[in-house]
Antibody, heavy 121, light 110 residues
């Protein structure tokens, strides 16, 4: 059974840092692009970043470029999101997601349960 | 990277049909046949309902259908059921390995 389990969310002050993790199981993690999607309270979904199977290519939404870094450890079946210089507008539930097919970046048939990041003083 | 435009809310009575629109540009919705739709219940993770504009994953009822015309994609739900009451999000490939979501639409079954 495919499972994605996020962790690492919490309350952080503006300007602070947080590292999110996503533990994957039930599939060949190293064979898939992986993605972070976030959802601010009461708002729609927002694509944040994705990473190629071997980590050689990474793409970000403009609003997080230079502040967030997506990475992965295929030996540990884990996806990460290092978030620095956090702002109030980064407050959201962060989901990791896996695409339907290994060769594509989307659509997503598996999602984690999400981890809440709150940026507030 | 502006979000795709969806109506904030739509509603319909059981048995009726509703259509949710998703408007983008020629750089995203209009430029690729890679539009997907997700259903999301409050506090839950999204569920894939439609992909590649009009394809349904196995297990999704054929009451759900997708289409696209120009820069606007649409999700139609026919034979509305109470369980269809949820938020619906569209998503489009936007080139250079990036994705754009819409703002989400709340469907109310009257």
């Amino acid at each position: 059974e495919v499972q994605l389990v996020e962790s690492g969310g919490g309350l952080v002050q503006p300007g602070g840092s947080l590292r999110l993790s996503c533990a994957a199981s039930g599939f060949t993690f190293s064979g898939y692009w992986m993605t972070w999607v976030r959802q601010a309270p009461g708002r729609g979904l927002e694509w944040v970043a994705n990473i190629k199977q071997d980590g050689s290519e990474k793409y970000y939404v403009d609003s997080v470029k230079g502040r967030f870094t997506i990475s992965r450890d295929n030996a540990k079946n884990s996806l990460y999101l290092q978030m620095n210089s956090l702002r109030a507008e980064d407050t959201a539930v962060y989901y990791c997601a896996r695409p339907v097919t290994a060769a594509s970046i989307d659509p997503f048939d598996y999602w984690g349960q999400g981890t809440l990041v709150t940026v507030s003083s | 990277q502006s979000a795709l435009t969806q109506p904030r809310s739509v509603s319909g009575s059981p048995g009726q049909s509703v259509t949710i629109s998703c408007t983008g540009t020629s750089s995203d919705v209009g430029g690729y046949d890679y539009v997907s739709w997700y259903q999301q219940y409050s506090g839950k993770a999204p569920k894939l309902m439609i992909y590649d504009v009009s394809k349904r994953p196995s297990g999704v009822p054929d009451r759900f259908s997708g289409s696209k015309s120009g820069n606007t994609a649409s999700l139609t739900i026919s034979g509305l059921q109470a369980e269809d009451e949820a938020d619906y999000h569209c998503c489009s490939y936007a080139g250079s390995y990036t994705l754009l979501f819409g703002g989400g639409t709340k469907l109310t079954v009257l």
